[in-house]
Each structure stands twice: as C-alpha cells, then as structure tokens.
C-alpha cells in the first residue's frame, strides 16, 4: 500500500479496495446474493402477512429465516477450518438454489406456512457455513490489516445498499408480479455467485491443527467457545453487538405493520438500512483507532431516535427516525473488522462462525420480541419498548467495557506484521 493510495488519516480508500486482486468479482457475486435474498425474504414476508394479517406472524417470518443460522454456524463452523472455503461456497450456494426452488413451489401450489418455513429453515442453516466461508475468504485477500478494515466498512455498505434495493423492490415485485418473481431472482443469484467462486477464487488448504472424527470435531468446537469466552476483548465484542441486536432488528420486524396496506412496508424497512450506508460512510473517514474509540458512544446512540415511536408520529418521521438509528449502526464496521483481526488465524472459521451464531441468534429472537410486543399493543409501541430494552442492555455492557484493553487491541491488531499464505 503506498503512501498515495491513504488518505491524510493513515486510511486506505475504497478504490484501492476494490483494486485488490480477485476482490472485485466476489464482491460483485455477493452483492448480487444478497440482493436476490433480501427480495426473497420480504417477498416471503408479505405473503405470510396476506395471509395472516399478523404483526407476530410476520416478524416470525424473519425470525425463522435468521435462527437456523445459528445452527448452521455453531454446528458447521468447524467444516471451515477442515475443507478449504473455496468447496463449501460453492456447495453451500447451489444447496440453497435448490432450497429456492422449493419456495417457489410452495407459494405457488398456496402450501401451508408450516412447509415454507421448513424451507426456508433449511436455506438459511445451509447459509450459516458459506458466511464463515467468506470472512475467512476476505481475510486471505488482504495482506494489509488497514486495507481490509477498509474492505470490512465497503462490505457493509454494500450490504446496506443491497438490502435497501432488495427489500424496497420485493414488496412491488409482490404486488405486480407476483412473488414467485423475486424468488426466481433469489434462484439465479445463488448460481451465479457459484460460478464466480468456481471461477475466481484460489483453492487454498486449511491451516492450523484439527482433531480428528466426530470427536475431534465436537472438541475444535469447543476449544473455539472456550477461546471465544475467555478472551477480554473478542467476548466483549460479541456481547455488545449481541445487546444491539434488539434495537436493530425492531423496525425491520415492525415496518409491515406500522405501514399497514398504504404502500410505506417497503420504505420503512428501507429507511434504517440507508441511513446505515450514510453511517459507514462517515465513520470509515476516521483512522482505525478513532473509530473504535466511537463503538460504545454510538452504540449508547443508537436505539434513542426509536423511542420516538411511542409517541406515533407520521409514518414519514417514522421512517426519519428509523434513517437516523440506522445511521448510529455505524459502530459496527469497527467492531467487526477488529474483531476479525485479533481473532488467531488458524481459528478464524470456527470463531466467526460462533460469534455470527450468538449474533443471528439474537437477532432471531429480537424479531420474535418484537413482534410479540407489537402483537399485543401495537406496532409502535413495539419498535418502542424493544429500544428501551435495548438501550439498558448496551448501558449495562458499557459500564464495564475495557478502554484500555480495546486500545491494546486495536494497535496490535493493525501493526500488519506479515501472515503467510500456505500455497494452494
């Protein structure tokens, strides 16, 4: 990285991440993933709420998508640290291509939601060891620790965007095509993005040493949660993202109600993830050190503007104050990228696969929440009452967060000392 490729701060920029070898295409095949699957779950969404009319029921629809993950990657997460990435990416997406045609025979034979649930139960478990699969994949394409903590903060972006187009495109892909269309894209995306990996990406051999058998499995397993809880840093990580999650999944669960038959589900739900890309966008002009210094201050910040909908405002300051706590998510770029970083290497599949479960599983059961509390008072109320909780959660966490440790962290963390890759 030379000295005309940073900024002033020290920092990378985004063109110098996407010029880095082999990173433009993946990216490009996982954008378009995302964004077939994001359409694909508010497709599925508004079909369970057409049929149900139910705030709870259709928060359980987002809820079930997220939960098996947590399966996926706490009992998968190990296959990432035996079996090169390249092969369980490539399996792992024409799995849920297959998986995607089965909710397109569903909805349009009108199964019963009990059958698309399974489906979608299976798509996404299958899911949890391809996200593994791709942190450790982004990790290997950056040498430099700068660079990558720049690609970390592109990368949600990215996903920020995708799901904006995604959920703002799927409710008007249901109401004039039908959403047998936006599952159809969701099918093509998954092969598309197979092929890319096929094609692109270099077959490297797992590192580090692994036990052998179901026994040696279960113990790389638990070896990783011991390694994960004991850290002071990595643990503390996860309980801050783990305790935000609440506060971040409420307007997604709650926008369908909230919005009722207007028109405004697709814009609520929009709403947060724009005002994220603004967020990412600000805070990734900061060096490494200062945005982590903002983790906790924004995270504090961050559920406020939701407790605004207690009041029932219009459902365009609705979606302003979903703009602006989408806009205070921006703490987790940092969080992600050091965390990745002061992870071990040889560890980092079974690691980031355990830290996503306990993430998704949250986020799982924050839907659910949510959605009870809207089920029996209303949905504002919901988005409401499930910010105070969270904003006590982060308090909590806060209190006892360790500045000085975090900042060891963080300066070992982007020394970039050199990390051999193993030949493929």
């Keep these: ?12 920029t985004f063109v110098a991440v996407l010029r880095a070898p082999r990173f433009l295409p993946v990216f490009v095949a ?7 699957d994001y359409i694909a779950r508010v497709t599925i969404a508004a079909v369970v709420f057409e049929r149900t009319r139910s705030p709870l029921a259709t928060a359980t629809t987002f809820a079930v998508s997220l939960l098996p993950t947590f399966f996926g990657r706490s009992l998968l997460g190990p296959l990432v640290d035996r079996i090169p990435y390249k092969r369980v990416l490539i399996l792992a997406h024409l799995l849920r291509a297959i998986c995607v045609v089965g909710l397109i025979l569903l909805v349009k034979t009108q199964s019963s939601l009990w059958g698309i649930f399974g489906v979608l139960v299976a798509l996404e478990a299958i899911g949890g060891a391809a996200s593994a699969s791709n942190e450790v994949l982004y990790t290997d394409l950056f040498q430099d620790r700068h660079l990558y903590a720049r690609s970390v903060g592109l990368r949600a972006m990215s996903e920020q965007v995708n ?46 040493e692994r ?22 840093v990595l643990a503390r990580l996860v309980l801050l993202g783990a305790c935000a999650t609440l506060g971040i999944a409420a307007p997604e669960a709650l926008a369908i109600p909230i919005a009722g038959e ?3 589900g697709g814009a609520l739900m929009a709403a947060p993830i724009i005002g994220a890309v603004v967020g ?19 995270a504090l910040a961050m559920p406020v503007p939701l407790l605004m909908t207690a009041f ?29 970083l002061v992870t071990t290497p040889e560890l980092r599949g079974r690691v980031y696969s355990l830290a996503g479960a306990v993430s998704v599983a949250c986020a799982g059961g924050s839907f659910l929440a949510a959605g009870w509390i809207g089920q029996h008072t209303d949905p504002y109320v919901g988005v409401a009452a ?29 020394t970039d000392p050199p990390e051999p890759h193993p030949a493929g």
Aim: hydrophobic share 55%; with cysteine; aromatic share 8%.
């Design 262 to 264: 207007n028109g405004w």
């Design 1 to 12: 990285m030379t000295t005309a490729q940073r900024r002033e701060s020290g920092e990378p």
């Design 312 to 340: 029932y405002p219009p459902k365009i300051l609705v979606a302003l104050l979903f703009f602006v706590s989408g806009m205070l998510q921006a703490f987790m770029v940092p969080l992600q990228s050091t965390f990745a």
């Design 211 to 232: 036990g052998r058998g179901f026994w040696g499995f279960a113990r790389d397993l638990g070896d990783a949660v011991g390694d994960l809880v004991r850290h002071p």
């Design 163 to 208: 799901q904006a187009i995604g959920l703002a495109l799927g409710g008007g892909l249901v109401a004039l095509l039908g959403p047998e269309t936006g599952l159809l894209l969701d099918l093509a995306t998954f092969v598309v993005a197979a092929g890319v990996i096929a094609v692109v990406v270099e077959m490297r051999p797992v590192r580090g």
């Design 280 to 298: 990412i966008v600000l805070i990734s002009r900061r060096g490494v050190q200062a945005q982590n210094r903002l983790i906790v201050p924004l």
């Design 30 to 36: 996982n954008a378009l993933s995302m964004w077939g």
């Design 386 to 414: 499930s910010a105070g909780v969270c904003l006590a959660l982060i308090a909590a966490a806060a209190i006892s967060w360790p500045h000085l440790r975090m900042q060891t962290a963080v300066e070992q963390a982007y």
